[in-house]
């Protein structure tokens, strides 16, 4: 069998890498081809996994809109695809490659496999574009690789037949306990983890901070920023912001809470560093998905910028609280754990064990 794994971004790369890894190990054919719809951040994650695509269509460009790096993935793709003809190709989750890569091998016949399947919100706008993406890609996939039983519900009750999902955990906790235990070798070395070793105050209680969603551009990070400001005025606090290159981000985190005491504006990190950073935080505010996943395995709380989620097993579970993007509500959360919180007493991840690239494995196997 002939498998051509697909991805773009940083995130998917992540998730994707132990799979990679797991299916190497079980001597599957098995190519990789990026499309670098991020670029630098898509490096890191394949350098430290040590992945060397097959395949790089180099997609990135600056302020490029969703439809012309589409139609330039669904172009590029083609290429890769009629000269390889695989069996299979796997794509992970939301993005605009996963859309346009299924959409690709659906036009040339091949089978598509689709990795962390069945997240909803329901809600076209929220996450813009990721929610449309997953459905359309949930239309075309021939294999669904469900990371919970919620999401294996969502594609039932659209109609999905059972044969057709399997359900795995999440891959992201498989990468989670991979990093953790190479970053702890006390042979490994990182200057990026270093460098913050020094200059991070490490008797105050780290809040760690990301956000990237184009929902929330503009008056939501202003609101965030201002949270945050009122927060850092605390002696027992430090703020911990790895800013997002987005100038819809930057701009604004940069002009509000740059150069203020307590808080630490710093470039993106490496794969590697921000787990280091989760492992040292007191909580964790921030819109990403993926972060929602690993939280729990590390014990960590977190506040989630966004109205709703299409992760509401964390949420269900008490791991997570959807704060949404007003000032006070962000604010008055943050200063509830930071002054009330005990730890978690149950700590079972409800996004899976880190077995879920051994259960996908398995199943193409049979």
């Keep these: 069998m002939q498998i051509l794994?697909?991805?773009g971004t940083r995130p998917e790369a992540i998730k994707m890498a132990p799979l990679?890894?797991?299916l190497k190990k079980n001597n599957l054919n098995v190519k990789v081809c990026v499309t670098a719809q991020h670029r630098e951040m898509l490096d890191q994650v394949l350098d430290f996994f040590q992945i060397v695509p097959d395949y790089d269509l180099d997609l990135m460009k600056p302020n490029?809109?969703?439809?012309?790096?589409?139609a330039s993935i669904l172009f590029k793709i083609d290429e890769v695809l009629t000269a390889l003809q695989p069996d299979l190709v796997l794509v992970h989750g939301d993005t605009t490659t996963s859309a346009m890569v299924s959409l690709a091998a659906f036009h040339l016949g091949i089978k598509v496999g689709h990795v962390e399947a069945g997240l909803r919100t329901y809600n076209k706008q929220a996450p813009f574009p990721e929610e449309i993406n997953r459905q359309f890609t949930s239309k075309i996939a021939d294999i669904h690789f469900t990371?919970?039983?919620?999401a294996t519900q969502n594609l039932l009750k659209e109609g999905v037949s059972q044969n057709n999902i399997v359900e795995t955990g999440n891959t992201v906790i498989d990468a989670l306990l991979w990093t953790i235990d190479k970053i702890g070798n006390t042979q490994y070395s990182h200057l990026e983890i270093e460098n913050l070793k020094e200059i991070l105050p490490v008797h105050k209680?780290?809040?760690l901070v990301t956000g990237h969603r184009r929902e929330n551009f503009g008056e939501g990070f202003v609101n965030l920023c201002e949270a945050l400001l009122s927060v850092s005025e605390r002696e027992d606090v430090v703020v911990v912001y790895p800013v997002h290159l987005n100038p819809n981000v930057k701009n604004i985190v940069y002009e509000k809470l740059g150069n203020k005491s307590n808080i630490y504006l710093i470039p993106p990190v490496s794969y590697p560093t921000f787990v280091w950073l989760m492992q040292h935080s007191f909580l964790i505010v921030t819109d990403s998905g993926g972060i929602q996943e690993e939280a729990p395995t590390l014990g960590k709380p977190v506040l989630v910028t966004r109205t709703v989620s299409e992760r509401p097993?964390?949420?269900e579970a008490g791991f997570s609280i959807l704060v949404g993007t007003e000032q006070q509500i962000i604010e008055d959360n943050i200063v509830a754990i930071l002054d009330y919180f005990p730890g978690f007493e149950n700590a079972i991840n409800p996004y899976g064990q880190g077995d879920a690239s051994h259960k996908?494995?398995?199943?193409l196997l049979k």
Excluded: D, R
């Design 360 to 363: 996908i494995v398995s199943f």
């Design 147 to 150: 990371p919970t039983a919620a």
């Design 205 to 207: 209680k780290m809040v």
């Design 313 to 315: 097993e964390g949420v």
């Design 64 to 70: 490029q809109t969703l439809n012309s790096l589409s």
């Design 5 to 7: 794994l697909c991805f």
């Design 20 to 22: 990679y890894h797991e």
